[in-house]
């Protein structure tokens, strides 16, 4: 099977800086998109910012200019590199991944999820 592991959340003073990393293993064929969403207290999962395999990005507006998303083809790993942090940006932040994996003698594609890390802003 396949599993997104992230490293990296803690808490941070505002306008600090954080960086997420996030691997995925398992039986691996190929991963189209993979991205960051996050979730606070008492609000829905909203998406932060994804990246397709070729590179193209994608970011919420509430992220644009302090955030960048990159990732490593060859280990399969996402990261989200956070700048100027806000206190709004406090939440649970998720890894995700669209992933053809090998399954017998052939593929399945599914969504897959991280465990979820912490991030807090605050002084």
């Known amino acids: 099977q396949v599993q997104l592991v992230e490293s990296g959340g803690g808490l941070v003073q505002p306008g600090g800086s954080l960086r997420l990393s996030c691997a995925a293993s398992?039986?691996?064929?190929?991963?189209?998109?993979m991205g960051w969403y996050r979730q606070a207290p008492e609000k829905q999962r909203e998406l932060v910012a994804t990246?397709?395999?070729?590179?193209?990005?994608n970011y919420v507006d509430s992220v644009k200019g302090r955030v960048t998303i990159s990732r490593d083809n060859a280990k399969n790993a996402v990261y989200l590199q956070m700048n100027s942090l806000k206190p709004e940006d406090t939440a649970v932040y998720y890894c995700?991944?669209?992933?053809?994996?090998?399954?017998?003698?052939?593929?399945?594609?599914?969504?897959?999820w991280g465990q979820g890390t912490q991030v807090t802003v605050s002084s």
């Open positions: 398992g039986s691996i064929f190929s991963i189209n998109v």
């Open positions: 990246i397709a395999s070729g590179g193209r990005t």
């Open positions: 995700y991944g669209d992933i053809t994996y090998v399954r017998g003698r052939g593929y399945e594609r599914n969504d897959y």
